[in-house]
Every structure is written in C-alpha cells, then in structure tokens.
C-alpha cells in the first residue's frame, strides 16, 4: 500500500524534531447535506527543525517514531509570514526604555551645563 502524502499547517513547533501538523477538510453531513470543516491533527517528524509556527508543510506516513508520530516532514511549502507580537513589543518596549534613557542623560548634561555657566557667570 502506497504511503499517503498530505498538506497542512503547523499549529505548534515547542517540542525539538516534532511538529504538531494540523490537517483541514471538507466532509458533507450525511443527513443534512451542509459542508462541515473537520481537522485531523499530526504529529511529524522534522529532523532539521525547518519547519515554523503557521508554516505550510508537506508530509508523508511513516513507521511509528514514537507513541504519536506516525508522520515525517517532507518539506516546507510555504513558509508563514507571521509575526511573534510579544516579541515585537518586548523589543518594542526596550528600544523605548534606551531612547528614554539617552534622552534623560541628554537633559541631565544640559542642566549640568546650565548650572556651570550661570556659576561662571556669577
């Protein structure tokens, strides 16, 4: 039996060499008829660590790897263009503390200078 190859998305990359891939589908409801939005969750192999967070992934059934990964990484289709806003903000919000900081050393030496010309202006 050949090995079934499908694409989806990585939800989770926390864990070193393991991806949890989510896979999304469409299945119509047997009595009603209406298209319902079913996911099937992975767990894949990704040996180089390539893959990220949002990634679009390709992979491909293997022999068991442990006691969920039946999955390995073929490769990276699409990679995710999102963006870790925590991250963003913390390096934000230091970059914002440095300004601040140069910015009250600046005020710090102009009042310095202020006090040593009105003392030899006196």
């Known amino acids: 039996m050949p090995k079934r190859v499908v694409s989806g ?6 864990m070193s060499k393991t991806r949890r891939v989510e896979i999304n589908r ?6 009603y008829k209406k298209y319902i939005r079913r996911r099937t969750v992975c767990y894949a192999h990704d040996e180089g660590n390539e893959s990220g967070t949002g990634d679009r992934v ?5 022999a068991p790897l442990s006691k969920l990964k ?6 990276v289709l699409e990679k995710s263009t999102e963006v870790d806003v925590a991250a963003l903000r913390a390096a934000r ?10 910015i009250e050393a600046a005020h710090a030496g102009d009042e310095a200078d202020e006090t040593s010309e009105e003392t030899a202006g006196e």
Do not use: Y
């Not at 469409?26 to 009595?31: A, Q, T």
């Not at 919000?93 to 140069?102: C, D, L, M, V």
């Open 9 to 14: 998305i990585v939800t989770s990359d926390k």
């Open 26 to 31: 469409l299945v119509k409801h047997p009595k």
């Open 58 to 62: 390709e992979i491909i059934e293997s």
């Open 70 to 75: 039946r999955w390995r990484l073929v490769r």
């Open 93 to 102: 919000k230091g970059a914002t503390q440095a300004e601040s900081e140069a």
